[in-house]
Each structure stands twice: as C-alpha cells, then as structure tokens.
C-alpha cells in the first residue's frame, strides 16, 4: 500500500497498453517490497525501536519524540533475522494478488465498452461504475492472496513457523477459519478501493470533459488524463480503510500480532476497528515511514525482545562441570579438653555449745549473767 500512488503513476504512464501495465506492477512490487513489508508491521502497531528526542528543525518542525525512520526498521529487521530475504516476506503471493489485480480489471475494461453517449454527465457516471465494477472484482479475487501476505509479514512478530511459507499458510487459514477465513476484512477493502477509485475517475473526467488540462498548461498522459496527483489524493482518502484492512486480515489468526496492544479492541468487527483507531489517533498509523512522532497519548511502543546471547552453551557445560566434580570437606578438629584441678577438702569447724541464760530478777531490772556450769 505504501508504493500505490508510484504503482499507479507507472500504470497510467503505461497508456492503455495491458502487458506494459503488468509488467510496470510486477517490477514495481519487486522494487518496493521491502518498503510494503515495513508499512504493515508497523500498521499493526509493531515498533521494535524506541523513539527519540528532536530538536526542532527542518525535517522535525515542532521537536518531540520520533520513531526511527524505514531504514533503520530495515537494518533491525535484516539484524534480527540474519538476513535481508526477510524484507521479502510474503513476495510470492503479492505478486499472485497483483497479477490476478490486473489481468481481472482488463478482461472487466474489455467486456464494458466506454459509454457512447454524448451527455458528459452520462459519460461521466458510465465511467466511474465501468472502472468501480472493474476495481470490485479485482478486490474479491485478489484479497484471499492479500491475507496470505499479510499474515506470512505478521508472523515476524512471534516467529510463528505456521505462516512461513505460502503453503503452509493457505494450510492453516483453511484448516483453522475455512474459506471465510480467506476473506477476513475483505469490507473496508472493498470500500476503501471502489470508493477511492471512484473519486479518482470522476476527477480524471471532470478534468479532461472541462479541458482543464490546456486551460491550466498542464501536460497530458498518454491515455489522455489528467496529470493532476489524483491517485495521491486517492491514498490520501482511503489510508484509514486501508489501515483497517490490514488490522483485520490478521485479527483472532492465533498470532503474536494479536497480544499487541494496538489490536486490543479491534476484534470484534472492522466498525470497532476503525473507530478505536480514529479514538487513538493512530488512524494514519503507518503512513509517514520517515519522520513519525509519537503522541503523547499513544501507547503502541513495543520494546525489544532481550537478544539471546551466543555463549549459553559453554556456560551451561561449566556449570555442569563445577557441579558434578567431587568437593573434599575438611575433617573437623577435635576439641581437647583442659583437666580440672582438684578442689582442696576444707576442715570440719568445731561446733560451739549453746550457753543458757538464766535470769535472777524476775522483776526483769537486773543484768542478765550466764549460768554457772557443773564440773
């Protein structure tokens, strides 16, 4: 979704010419993978890195806290899976999904002739369901390849090996949802496609059916519309249905993506989805790959799981090591006991007689005198 508005200038740059068409989206999906793959992890809510202060300057006018730009997510992603085919996560059904995109919307263009009619107003409006009639049908043919790419992107969250391959995902959506599973948010795909595309025609056509091309000096394609940025102002217009769309295909998929706290609140359907989104504030989520600012009120930061360090093993062997050898404890010493010195035998001390008492004075004045003692 990031490269759309690239996708459909190289389209329109093609003229009417089909093959040239086809052969521009699948070059354009090669070039510009990496950069899809970046803008749905992080339409999820998935920020590995930690925002940083800016000063204010050019590029961060008011200063704040800014999340890395889509090269450092890269080099991240690239790091942690140990390679850069991670960046091309999900190619081989996105390129399905556009083939199948464009070759349903010639064979709808060629079997609806243009209107032949000369009321503009006739024309206009045969136009715009001619291309929207055109753009539904690509939607509910492409879409079930849409969720396959990406839930495959999503699973790089958990590591989850079930959506690894292209088999073994179309494996487990049947298996675990059925065919409904392959049309998980396909609603606000198709409304966000069909009513971008139609504001898109009906602007092309007022554009040329007025002559504004030559009244404003402006050049023509070759297809003879406008070069007015109408497929910017397309993007523009849909982005909120399409962050939906994305939220959605992986939504209740028993992944890792779903413990986030940016999907907390958007399972229920693609209604409660959006408006979680637009209460949040993160409706544009995604959508400034460069110079992205955290809010103060957004709390979709997800820190870094803590890196494995290589040396588990030698450590866990040491400590085995240390553990089994045999620890020799020191016998305790034997405590020697002082001899006590024998306690001296004091002598008995002779026992003195009572002496009575007698008293001569039975008024009690007298002094009392010890009794004479027999011999």
């Given at each position: 979704?990031?490269?759309?508005?690239?996708?459909?200038?190289?389209?329109?740059?093609?003229?009417?010419?089909?093959?040239?068409?086809?052969?521009?989206?699948?070059?354009?999906?090669?070039?510009?993978?990496?950069?899809?793959?970046?803008?749905?992890?992080?339409?999820v809510?998935?920020?590995?890195l930690?925002?940083?202060?800016?000063?204010?300057?050019?590029?961060?006018f008011?200063g704040g806290?800014?999340?890395?730009?889509?090269?450092?997510?890269?080099?991240?992603?690239?790091?942690?899976e140990?390679?850069?085919l991670?960046?091309?996560?999900?190619?081989?059904?996105?390129?399905?999904?556009?083939?199948?995109?464009?070759?349903?919307?010639s064979?709808?263009?060629?079997?609806?002739?243009?209107?032949?009619?000369?009321?503009?107003?006739?024309?206009?409006?045969?136009?715009?369901?001619?291309?929207?009639?055109?753009?539904?049908?690509?939607?509910?043919?492409?879409?079930?390849?849409?969720?396959?790419t990406?839930?495959?992107?999503?699973?790089?969250?958990?590591?989850?090996?079930?959506?690894?391959?292209?088999?073994?995902?179309?494996?487990?959506?049947?298996?675990?949802?059925?065919?409904?599973?392959?049309?998980?948010?396909?609603?606000p795909?198709?409304?966000?496609?069909?009513?971008?595309?139609?504001?898109?025609?009906?602007?092309?056509?007022?554009?040329?059916?007025?002559?504004?091309?030559?009244?404003?000096?402006?050049?023509?394609?070759?297809?003879?519309?406008?070069?007015?940025?109408?497929?910017?102002?397309?993007?523009?217009l849909?982005?909120?249905?399409?962050?939906?769309?994305?939220?959605m295909?992986?939504?209740n998929?028993?992944?890792?993506?779903?413990?986030l706290?940016?999907?907390?609140?958007t399972?229920s359907?693609?209604?409660a989805?959006?408006?979680?989104?637009?209460?949040?504030?993160?409706?544009?989520?995604?959508?400034?790959?460069?110079?992205?600012?955290?809010s103060?009120?957004?709390?979709?930061?997800?820190?870094?799981?803590?890196?494995?360090?290589?040396?588990?093993?030698?450590?866990?062997?040491?400590?085995?090591a240390?553990?089994?050898?045999?620890?020799?404890?020191?016998?305790?010493?034997?405590?020697?006991?002082?001899?006590?010195?024998?306690?001296?035998?004091?002598?008995?001390?002779p026992?003195?007689?009572?002496?009575?008492?007698?008293?001569?004075?039975?008024?009690?004045?007298?002094?009392?005198?010890?009794a004479?003692t027999?011999?």
């Open positions: 979704m990031v490269d759309g508005d690239i996708g459909r200038m190289l389209r329109s740059e093609a003229g009417n010419n089909p093959t040239v068409k086809m052969l521009g989206s699948l070059a354009q999906v090669l070039i510009f993978n990496p950069f899809h793959t970046v803008t749905v992890l992080l339409q809510g998935y920020e590995p930690p925002p940083t202060y800016r000063k204010p300057s050019i590029f961060f008011s806290f800014y999340y890395p730009n889509i090269f450092k997510y890269m080099k991240y992603l690239t790091d942690k140990g390679s850069r991670v960046l091309y996560r999900g190619l081989t059904p996105r390129l399905g999904g556009v083939f199948i995109t464009n070759s349903v919307r064979e709808v263009l060629a079997a609806v002739p243009a209107s032949t009619s000369k009321c503009p107003p006739e024309q206009i409006a045969h136009e715009v369901g001619r291309q929207c009639a055109a753009t539904a049908l690509a939607v509910i043919t492409s879409h079930p390849l849409l969720v396959v990406n839930r495959m992107i999503v699973s790089l969250i958990g590591g989850e090996e079930k959506y690894s391959t292209v088999i073994s995902a179309i494996s487990t959506i049947f298996g675990e949802e059925g065919l409904l599973g392959f049309y998980a948010g396909i609603v795909h198709l409304l966000g496609e069909v009513s971008g595309k139609a504001i898109e025609v009906l602007i092309q056509e007022i554009v040329e059916k007025a002559e504004l091309n030559k009244k404003l000096g402006l050049p023509a394609h070759a297809d003879g519309k406008t070069s007015l940025p109408v497929s910017a102002i397309h993007g523009f849909s982005y909120p249905l399409q962050l939906t769309t994305t939220i295909t992986v939504n998929c028993g992944l890792a993506v779903s413990d706290p940016t999907v907390q609140g399972q359907s693609w209604i989805c959006i408006k979680a989104l637009w209460n949040s504030g993160n409706i544009k989520r995604g959508s400034n790959l460069m110079f992205a600012r955290k103060a009120d957004q709390t979709w930061h997800t820190p870094p799981s803590p890196p494995t360090s290589p040396d588990v093993e030698p450590l866990a062997e040491e400590v085995a240390v553990v089994e050898s045999p620890v020799e404890v020191p016998a305790a010493p034997t405590a020697t006991v002082a001899e006590v010195p024998e306690i001296p035998v004091v002598p008995e001390v026992v003195v007689p009572e002496v009575s008492v007698v008293s001569e004075c039975p008024d009690g004045k007298c002094e009392l005198k010890p004479a027999s011999e």
